[in-house]
């Protein structure tokens, strides 16, 4: 088992370092291939209107930015094992000077976020807690204990985490890690742990790993189900494969982008399941505020009573946040969300003196924090509260994110900009939370899809007077409307070239009057997919042992479940069982009425039994093992109908990472 596991880690290190020499491709690429235009006219001119509304004579997030600053590296590129790099901050710090205006191809907010954001080092926030920014999406945060450092979040990558715990230690004190806090179930603020810990340290109770109850779950399932199209989605969402300059990516607002390193998973030793729970963690005073269904499903605020110190996880950032990912999840709960924040206010906000959260900076004095705490939270219930409003006098998504204006006293606040989140989509996300996808309209019950109805708008106007109005609207600046109709022209024909590259035009202009980091990445990776076609690059398998290993049966059927081919799972009836040796439970599998099913009923019958650990199923899956192997090796051993197994195991498939989205 030993040799097994070696191998089986080299063959996680393998795939990991495939994944980042693939994805570095693709961003290089993309830097070969890009064919940006300048801004237009219409483009400057709504920049400099931008420039007269917005109050750039506030400059204290740039105090606060800068506060506390030790140590910073003159250049930051961290590379994985096999020298391939995993983050590049130089790759922004080339373009995005520090004191420079901002270019015409970029929103002037956002280009100040994004020099906010490149404003890396480890810094001290106040006494015994310190934080190391821009070597991640997110901070990394580093409390000082009696005998060692205490985590909050470990980045998204073993090797930025890493980085970042090797510059504290140069640079602040070198000291053992007691405990990892892990404030919620996304990626970026967990799949660090391995860069600063080792599953053998936490198993003997050298350091405590702790977080909310529910998170394992969370963390993993998020990503099962609808995983391959929340990635392919997170590619135009994130940026991570423009090209780095001003008339590409100039990062997220979150942060800058993505790193593309390793990932791991440490379960924790001990969740916090109650609300106002009292820690005391290798010295330090903790109380637990559990925020469950804002941010994330599981989340969990920490004040730190003995440094007057409110950690927000985060449910605040320096930015408006999602109410829906536009990489798509489940929608969160705008309402609660902000009476989650007023709950923090009450119990809190007497107390504390300094906030700090996984992104962005902190912010320092007692009134200050408390003004910040109040508009974050009225941010959020003014926009569930007026969207519910207008929903309730008839208006639809759509309209409700053309009405929606914010109040003057949160427009000019800094940190209630949509950077990250928009109005607009938020607005969006809570009329569907309450009223899901349809507007009440009979004529949007049951619409054509677009190829269909791309060809019908040919059919009606003519291609070619479509393409002449649209060019004539797009040299008036009305990039929305020319983006809505030359989809269709694209849609009815794919190999139109002149329709592609107008529509790429309007997407790029879009992207560069575009407030949100997320837009301007979708908008702009939507006009190089126009221009250049859709990466088809090979995708190395999901295996990464630990995401693997916090996989129940339950979640890996389901999975099994989505991926059947419905060719040719139709007219199939069939039953197979797994015996699961080293958990000594079976579960009956059933295909039918095109369906999987499954049971852990005993005395179901099966056309064939498969009898194998749960460990090395796990493995199969990950394509780390195949049942021909683990059969020849007696790891699995197959009672009944051979040939109906075999024909069970070819039911499925394996969906294409690299769909198309901006062509059909």
């Given at each position: 088992?030993l ?8 063959r996680v290190?393998a ?33 400099a ?33 096999n ?24 929103h ?27 070597y ?45 806090i ?9 799949a ?19 977080a ?31 090209p ?27 969740s916090?399941s ?7 963690v290798?010295?330090?005073e903790?109380?637990m505020q559990l ?47 902000a ?12 107390g ?36 519910v ?27 209630t ?6 109005l ?10 309450y009223m ?5 309209n ?22 070619d ?13 009305e990039?929305?409307w020319?983006?809505m ?10 190999k ?12 790029e202009?879009?992207?560069?009057q575009?407030?949100?980091?997320p ?19 090979p ?9 693997l ?15 059947l ?11 197979v ?15 039918g ?14 056309q064939?039994t498969?009898?194998v ?11 780390m093992l ?22 069970f ?16």
């Open positions: 088992m040799v097994e596991k070696a191998h089986q880690e080299e290190m795939h990991a370092a495939i994944r980042t020499v693939m994805l570095a491709a693709v961003v290089s690429a993309g830097l070969g291939q890009a064919q940006a235009a300048p801004a237009t006219q219409a483009t400057q001119e709504r920049h209107q931008w420039m007269k509304t917005l109050p750039f004579d506030d400059t204290q997030d740039f105090k606060n930015a800068q506060r506390g600053l030790i140590y910073r590296e003159p250049s930051l590129q961290i590379k994985g094992v020298g391939n790099v995993v983050w590049d901050l130089d790759s922004y710090k080339a373009f995005i000077k520090p004191d420079s205006a901002a270019p015409s191809t970029v002037p907010g956002l280009w100040r976020m994004s020099q906010l954001n490149l404003l890396d080092g480890v810094y001290k926030v106040t006494d015994n807690i310190y934080q190391v920014r821009g991640d999406l997110s901070n990394i945060t580093f409390v000082r204990g009696t005998s060692g450092w205490i985590v909050f979040d470990v980045g998204t990558s073993t090797e930025t985490a890493a980085a970042a715990y090797a510059l504290l230690q140069k640079h602040v004190q070198a000291a053992p890690i007691k405990a990892i892990y404030s919620h179930s996304h990626i970026d603020h967990y660090g742990a391995k860069g600063l810990v080792d599953q053998a340290a936490v198993d003997s109770g050298q350091v405590q790993i702790i909310p109850e529910g998170f394992v779950e969370h963390a993993i399932s998020e990503g099962v189900i609808a995983g391959n199209a929340m990635k392919r989605r997170a590619t135009y969402m994130y940026g991570a494969f423009l780095r300059g001003p008339e590409h990516s100039v990062g997220s607002g979150l942060g800058m982008t993505n790193p593309l390193g390793s990932v791991s998973l440490i379960a924790p030793t001990r916090v109650k609300s106002g729970e009292k820690l005391v290798d010295g330090v903790m109380v925020t469950p269904g804002t941010e994330a499903p599981v989340e969990m605020n920490t004040y730190l009573p003995q440094f007057k110190a409110m950690w927000m996880a985060e449910n605040t950032t320096n930015t408006m946040h999602n109410i829906l990912s536009l990489r798509g999840t489940q929608v969160r709960d705008a309402r609660e969300w009476n989650y924040i007023n709950e923090t206010i009450d119990l809190f906000g007497d504390t003196e300094v906030k700090f959260q996984a992104h962005h900076w902190p912010v320092w004095g007692k009134e200050q924090v408390h003004d910040y705490l109040i508009k974050q939270r009225d941010l959020y219930k003014y926009i569930h509260d007026r969207s409003n207008l929903m309730n006098k008839g208006y639809t998504g759509e309209e409700i994110a053309e009405l929606i204006e914010l109040p003057a006293s949160l427009q000019k606040d800094w940190a900009r949509g950077y990250y989140g928009t607009k989509h938020n607005a969006r996300a809570v009329y569907q939370y899901g996808w349809y507007d009440g009979p004529s949007s019950l049951d619409v054509l899809p677009p190829t269909a109805a791309g060809a019908k708008y040919v059919e009606y106007i003519g291609r007077r479509l393409l002449q109005k649209a060019q004539e609207d797009f040299d008036r600046g990039y929305r020319v983006a109709v030359v989809k269709h022209l694209v849609f009815a024909d794919a139109d070239t002149e329709a592609r590259q107008l529509l790429a035009n309007s997407y202009q879009l992207g560069y575009a407030e949100s980091g837009w301007r990445s979708i908008y702009l990776q939507g006009a190089l997919e126009l221009r250049n076609g859709a990466p088809d690059l995708v190395p398998p999901n295996n990464n042992a630990d995401m290993a916090a996989l129940t049966p339950e979640m890996m059927f389901d999975l099994m479940a989505v991926r081919d419905d060719e040719k799972v139709k007219d199939k009836e069939l039953t069982a797994f015996h699961f040796v080293d958990i000594d439970t079976t579960y009956t599998l059933s295909i009425n095109s369906v999987l099913n499954y049971s852990t009923r005993p005395g179901l019958p099966a064939a498969m009898s650990s749960l460990a090395d199923f796990k493995l199969i899956q990950g394509k195949d049942w021909k192997t683990a059969m020849k090796t007696d790891r699995a051993k197959l009672q009944g109908a051979g040939r109906k197994f075999q024909e195991a070819g039911l499925f498939e394996e969906p294409d990472l690299w769909f198309n989205i901006v062509t059909p």
